[in-house]
């Protein structure tokens, strides 16, 4: 939690109410510095709640420990409090929760949702589970060997999917077929622990990219089978470089004592199109989040699926 220290302009002039049934989330993966986009959807999460009376927490996805690198949870967090950033609750580090997952698995495994998967990303020639499996395991592994552990999302139902920005995604389950709950090496995989925490820590609003729109239906699905209330989702727009490539994580990232000013604030809020004022460039932390909180407009987002940066921060 951030020690409410004078730059943190959220922590002192906008307080969560108590009760407050909006809860968000911002949670980064500790796999370098963070970059202008990810600090785009922190923003647009952290403005979101506070301006809706709401909590917002932090969470450190560090599941995946070969990506994992050493120092960067604590550069996270120093680069969002000098930025003024302030959560409601300690940070919670996903690499310490495994028991809880564990206990998902043997609830879906209980239900009859789990089946075992001898599919590489070879055999099923795409990148992940995003190129749609087939259900080639559905009935028993296909080969010996390591296996996953999938998720049999097409035994959940539920009706249309209403993202707060981004419209209706429809109903049913995405076309990705069925999501893996644990890795073949048996690490627990983003889908189910994303889950099992965004409960466990009350969330009821989730704020983040659009690269992630195709989670949903996987993870309301899980919500469903593990008997979890339902978050409502809001899909910023992904931020892209100037010819719509994947945003450079070296180019445009922003870490604490580096390029931790009120600056940054004004490149972030023009990326998510609120038009502030010029002399805000030049403004300290504080005023920006002061401008930020009382002019946030959402809305102004709606329908955009992604926004390209246009130039570096200098």
Do not use: N
């Amino acid at each position: 939690m951030s020690d409410g220290s004078a730059s943190t302009a959220i922590a002192t002039t906008v307080t969560a109410e108590p009760g407050a049934p909006y809860t968000g989330r911002f949670a980064p993966s500790p796999t370098g510095v963070l970059h202008l986009g990810s600090l785009a959807t922190a923003a647009a999460s952290i403005l979101e709640a506070r301006t809706r009376g709401g909590r917002w927490l932090l969470r450190i996805e560090d599941l995946d420990t070969a990506r994992v690198v050493p120092g960067a949870s604590d550069g996270i967090l120093r680069t969002l409090e000098a930025l003024g950033f302030h959560w409601d609750e300690a940070v919670w580090y996903q690499s310490r929760r495994l028991e809880h997952y564990e206990a998902a698995l043997g609830q879906l495994r209980q239900g009859g949702f789990l089946y075992e998967c001898s599919c590489s990303r070879r055999d099923l020639g795409a990148s992940d589970d995003r190129g749609g499996y087939p259900g080639t395991c559905r009935a028993g592994a296909a080969k010996p060997g390591p296996t996953a552990l999938r998720f049999r999302a097409d035994l959940q139902t539920f009706g249309p999917l209403v993202d707060e920005l981004q419209g209706s995604l429809g109903a049913g389950i995405s076309a990705g077929g069925d999501p893996v709950v644990r890795r073949r090496d048996g690490l627990h995989a983003y889908q189910l622990a994303v889950v099992v925490d965004d409960a466990a820590s009350r969330v009821s609003h989730v704020v983040r990219g659009t690269d992630l729109l195709p989670s949903c239906r996987w993870q309301r699905a899980l919500q469903t089978a593990l008997h979890l209330p339902p978050v409502a989702y809001a899909h910023v727009p992904l931020l892209t470089e100037a010819d719509g490539a994947k945003l450079s994580k070296s180019a445009h990232s922003i870490a604490a004592p580096l390029r931790v000013d009120g600056a940054v604030l004004y490149r972030v809020l023009t990326l998510l199109r609120q038009t502030p004022p010029a002399e805000l460039s030049r403004a300290s932390v504080a005023q920006s989040w002061e401008w930020a909180l009382a002019h946030w407009q959402p809305g102004r987002l709606r329908g955009v699926a992604q926004l390209a940066v246009s130039a570096h921060l200098v």
